[in-house]
């Protein structure tokens, strides 16, 4: 859950990491309507090896100076590569406190790593009499590692989230389903939204735009026959010849499938900039993210909390020492 803030504020920095690059863009609350403002990216890179967090937060901070990017509370979209994905129906009348055992059990069986060495993020959705959840996963390590590195460019961040899902439809109970796909020559990313929530994410390599056109119509035909008739829309965002292409490629696929094709920004718009204006604009708008990784933030309570027992358990080991 995101770390709470005395007062909202009225811009926020919006924050893209690529697998080279970081993006950054103001957005600013006006009246009644959320502006970009001033915008810029730097060479970025992690994880990354015996970095040196200090110097890395140096480059970052004299890179928001120098391009007058004057916010320091920032959502940021975190590397489409960094995400793992699952989707599992839950078991009819399975009780609020089974549910967690249940998808604890289920992220241990799905992802290749411990879960405890996870960041979990879950979207609930709803597919004809059935629930599934969406759970999706970044390794903490990386987390940190970001974390370290803004907290030295003397950022704040308030979200780590998804990009692409602020792009296609709204995930809304009464929402039409959709489909959104960033492509880009660092690779692709698909999300499908239906039943009020997330129903399926993928990370592709770059490839050709018929490889990105199959790997499409193969998740779609994967989700529940129920989320699948209720998708109507394809949001496609990207670099401009990438995006014609694919487009040329599922076209006939997408009028089969009663979906309406929706081009997404300008093309002179780098697909990362929309990713940082969509989610600074939904933090803005709702004060929180569709999907949420920042690890919570340890209270005054929990930290002294964790101080004492440590002083009790150096003096026990005194103790038993001493005895010995």
């Given at each position: ?318 103790v038993a020492a001493a005895a010995l």
């Open positions: 859950m995101p770390w709470p803030l005395k007062q909202s504020p009225q811009s926020v920095l919006g924050l893209c990491v690529t697998a080279d690059r970081l993006h950054a863009v103001a957005v600013h609350r006006r009246k009644d309507a959320l502006v970009a403002g001033v915008s810029g990216s730097i060479t970025f890179s992690l994880p990354a090896e015996g970095l040196d967090v200090a110097q890395a937060g140096a480059a970052v901070r004299e890179f928001l100076k120098t391009t007058g990017l004057r916010e320091r509370t920032c959502v940021v979209a975190l590397p489409a590569g960094w995400i793992m994905s699952q989707s599992v129906p839950l078991p009819a009348g399975i009780t609020p406190a089974d549910r967690d055992s249940f998808l604890e059990i289920e992220a241990e069986k799905g992802f290749p790593c411990d879960p405890l060495e996870l960041q979990l993020a879950r979207s609930a959705f709803r597919a004809g009499a059935t629930d599934h959840v969406t759970q999706l996963a970044v390794r903490r390590e990386q987390l940190a590692q970001l974390s370290a590195v803004l907290a030295a460019a003397e950022l704040s961040p308030v979200s780590y989230t998804v990009g692409v899902v602020g792009l296609g439809p709204k995930a809304a109970p009464l929402s039409p389903g959709g489909i959104a796909v960033t492509t880009e020559a660092g690779g692709s990313v698909i999300a499908i939204t239906g039943g009020g929530g997330l129903v399926a994410f993928r990370f592709l390599p770059a490839g050709s735009a018929d490889v990105l056109a199959r790997e499409l119509r193969i998740t779609v035909e994967q989700i529940p026959a129920e989320s699948r008739n209720g998708l109507k829309e394809l949001a496609l965002a990207g670099e401009e010849t990438l995006v014609g292409a694919f487009q040329a490629a599922i076209g006939g696929w997408a009028k089969n499938l009663g979906l309406a094709i929706r081009l997404v920004g300008t093309p002179r718009t780098a697909i990362a900039d929309q990713l940082a204006v969509a989610v600074a604009s939904q933090w803005l708008e709702s004060g929180s993210s569709a999907l949420e990784f920042l690890p919570p933030r340890p209270t005054r309570w929990s930290l002294w909390l964790a101080r004492y027992n440590s002083k009790r358990m150096g003096g026990g080991v005194l």
